[in-house]
């Protein structure tokens, strides 16, 4: 089906231009939010007479996209989560956990506008697009850990799943070592015992 498009559409085309996609994006997408009309010559002449004004919005639109993004690029979240000794979570975290965060924080994002590849469901820092207009996308950084202790070590850049299987090797060493030496329960402590 050819359309004009209203907005900027990545991959598509820019504003006033007329392509072909497919029937059921069109319908299903496109024409329900206003994002493009039908390329018939009625539609085409009716995008003619209001180019002006659909331009003067779509500026309006990314202006306030940009202030509002100026603000939110580069901001930090930290989201605590359970999840198991490899860091694994026991859940994800999805756009709607991202764009429930930034709206608690004073933010106005939709879900729809976090772009996700893939569900995160490991511990660390993570950076996530989020695009508030065609034109206009950041990313805020989202720290996800089981503490606020654990959040702030991430923060300074360390990994706490290498560092506790460090401290937990550090540890099975030293005992290792304590019991070689003669710690508990070595074997002059039971012959003593027995005479």
């Known amino acids: 089906m050819k359309v004009i498009l209203l907005e900027r559409l990545e991959g598509r085309g820019a504003l006033g231009d007329v392509v072909t996609v ?18 018939t010559s009625a539609n085409l002449k009716v995008f003619e007479g209001q180019r002006a004004d659909i331009e003067a919005r779509n500026a309006k639109a990314k202006e306030a996209a940009g202030a509002a993004g100026e603000a939110l690029d580069g901001t930090a979240y930290i989201l605590i989560r359970q999840a198991g ?3 694994q ?14 709206n608690a924080d ?3 994002v939709d879900r729809s506008m976090v772009i996700l ?3 995160i469901k490991t511990l660390g820092v993570h950076p996530i697009k989020v695009k508030l207009h065609a034109e206009v996308t950041v ?10 202790d654990e959040a702030e ?6 990994n706490v799943i ?12 030293e005992a290792a070592a304590d019991l070689l030496e003669g710690g508990a329960g070595s074997q002059e402590s039971f012959d003593r015992d027995d005479a």
């Open 85 to 87: 000794e490899s860091g």
């Open 153 to 158: 070590r991430q923060a300074r850049g360390e």
């Open 106 to 108: 004073g933010g106005k």
């Open 117 to 119: 590849d893939k569900p």
């Open 22 to 39: 497919k029937d059921g994006f069109a319908r299903n997408y496109l024409l329900p939010r206003s994002k493009a009309l039908r390329a």
């Open 89 to 102: 979570l026991y859940g994800s975290v999805s756009g709607r956990d991202v764009a429930d965060m930034i």
């Open 162 to 173: 290498t560092s506790q299987f460090e401290e937990e090797q550090r540890l099975d060493a």
């Open 139 to 148: 990313t805020v950084n989202i720290n996800i850990a089981r503490s606020q």
